[in-house]
């Protein structure tokens, strides 16, 4: 039963983390693109480098997205298996 607490946790800050707009709004371009720049991210949305850096942090702390460093550029990506997860559970509520 712990190990289904602690998922239920992981899975609860996670939905945490998707609960604000930007974080929300940023996903679903990773999900558009595939992969994308922080460079690209900037661009994109009307935010300051730090406020951004923010968001990804606690994007990457729940598991949602997973990052690469290329040159001095970090590259995001979504986490499928995490996704998949959450999808499960939102299932099981059905």
Request: glycine share 8%; with cysteine.
């Amino acid at each position: 039963m712990e190990g289904t607490t602690m998922e239920l946790e992981d899975a609860a800050r996670a939905f945490k983390a998707l609960g604000d707009e930007n974080r929300l709004r940023i996903a679903r371009l990773i999900a558009d693109k595939g992969e994308i720049c922080a460079c690209r991210l900037l661009e994109d949305f009307d935010m300051a480098q730090p406020t951004l850096s923010h968001h990804m942090k606690l994007l990457r702390d729940c598991g949602l997205v997973t990052a690469r460093k290329e040159g001095r550029w970090m590259h995001y990506s979504l986490n499928h298996d995490v996704i998949e997860s959450l999808a499960a559970v939102l299932g099981e509520l059905g």
